[in-house]
């Protein structure tokens, strides 16, 4: 009798997957905050105005080095790493290519509602259409597959950025934008916010359209770890995750501290580095130090997960096995509070009023998570999501489980 296949049960889950999962998702949730409490709408001058200013400037250095564009580089990796242990589970399975086509254009249908629903900044939808691509080079190597990786994450944006913009539409310049918005969002009007959220989503895109690459490059080499095993099994791997941090934590630090030197006018400030090859090197090194520490994050929490510091790291665990649940409830929360339309708190507390919301919105998350599992399986969307994609309804409860069919994938 062929086995029926189902999600993975508790056993073939792997903790340290989900703890990465649970520290992205907390990174993701810092630079969210800051376009949901409508700081980054706000111009210059006001933003200076505010009574957290200095303490801002402080945080916006800090979080340019150490979360910006690293808490999405890691969360995408992840992302292809399920792809890979998907595929790796359902090997010999002549449907697993149809379901994963499935579980992907659910999640398309998911962004989208997300994005024009609620919140502009949606990158579900992202690694849905673009996860699609991850199909035909699930059978290269590990090593065909990283190198590919790199190359559209760290050198296909210089390559193509003089051929695309001229085939988009144009958009409202930024500052023009941004002021729209911002009266929208944090007017108490929900149909105007609703509007603005569509127009601004639209805007984005297309301002935006480099995001496919950023996305891409970084599926491929999660996919490339997934495919290798030295994720799934840590410990016979600690020598590759030692390497991996020796390499990658100095790179991406002297990469980003280039970066930060460079945009804040403490490089180069004749002025003579200028030009489409500046441009282009600079570009380079942006996408380089992001990816380079996204791996150096990674290797540190799992050669931590080897030590004590597993009951510490274990904490955002539960988080990251309902990721789904979480990134769309941070939306939620984030327009309640800070929009028009809900508690209206908007920027007035600058980044610090973001950080500390963010601190206690994930706390209350890691605490629902640890109570919600303890009584069901899955997330409330992962539940939806995993139904919908196995076609049957999937056992939520914990009493229920032994009642499941059996499971093969």
């Known amino acids: ?83 890979a242990l998907q595929m790796q589970r359902a090997a010999g399975d002549a ?18 509602a997300h994005a024009w629903l609620l919140w502009w900044g949606d990158i579900l939808r992202y690694y849905a259409a673009l996860g699609l691509l991850l199909l035909p080079l699930g059978h290269a190597s590990p090593r065909r597959l990283a190198l590919i990786g790199v190359a559209v994450a760290v050198f296909a944006l210089p390559l193509l950025r003089p051929l695309i913009p001229p085939l988009l539409p144009r958009v409202a310049p930024a500052a023009e934008a941004a002021a729209v918005a911002f009266a929208a969002f944090s007017g108490p009007d929900a149909g105007a916010a609703l509007a603005a959220n569509f127009d601004h989503d639209l805007r984005m895109r297309v301002a935006n359209w480099s995001l496919a690459f950023f996305v891409l490059g970084r599926l491929l080499l999660g996919a490339a770890l997934g495919f290798a095993g030295v994720l799934q099994d840590p410990p016979r791997h600690l020598r590759f995750w030692r390497r991996l941090l020796g390499a990658c934590l100095p790179l991406g630090a002297m990469l980003t501290a280039f970066v930060l030197l460079r945009d804040h006018g403490l490089l180069f400030a004749d002025g003579w580095w200028t030009g489409t090859a500046a441009r282009n090197l600079s570009s380079i090194a942006r996408s380089a130090s992001s990816v380079a520490l996204a791996l150096a994050y990674m ?14 790291l274990g904490v955002f665990a539960p988080v990251g096995r309902t990721a789904l649940t979480h990134y769309l409830g941070q939306s939620v929360l984030g327009v309640a509070l800070f929009y028009g339309a809900g508690a209206g708190l908007g920027p007035r507390y600058g980044l610090v009023g973001t950080l500390l919301a963010a601190v206690a919105l994930f706390a209350l998350q890691t605490l629902a998570s640890r109570w919600w599992l303890q009584r069901f399986r899955f997330g409330p969307a992962e539940w939806i999501w995993r139904s919908l994609t196995y076609g049957r309804r999937q056992p939520l409860r914990r009493r229920s489980a032994a009642a499941a069919a059996p499971e093969a994938a």
């Not at 709408?41 to 200095?54: D, F, M, N, S, Y």
């Not at 979080?63 to 990796?77: E, G, I, R, Y």
């Not at 149809?98 to 659910?106: A, D, E, F, M, N």
């Not at 290797?299 to 510490?312: F, M, S, Y």
């Open 299 to 312: 290797a540190i929490v799992v050669l931590a997960w080897q030590t004590q510091a597993r009951r510490l």
């Open 95 to 112: 449907s697993a290519a149809q379901r994963y086509l499935r579980r992907l254009l659910l999640l398309l249908v998911i962004g989208v």
């Open 1 to 83: 009798m062929t086995p029926i296949a189902a999600p993975v049960t508790e056993t073939q889950r792997h903790d340290v997957l989900d703890a990465l999962r649970g520290l992205a998702l907390f990174g993701v949730l810092l630079v969210n905050l800051r376009d949901f409490s409508l700081y980054t709408l706000l111009p210059a001058a006001e933003r200076a105005a505010l009574p957290t200013a200095a303490w801002d400037r402080v945080l916006d250095v800090v979080m340019a080095a150490l979360v910006d564009v690293k808490s999405a580089t890691l969360f995408a990796m992840l992302f292809g790493v399920g792809f």
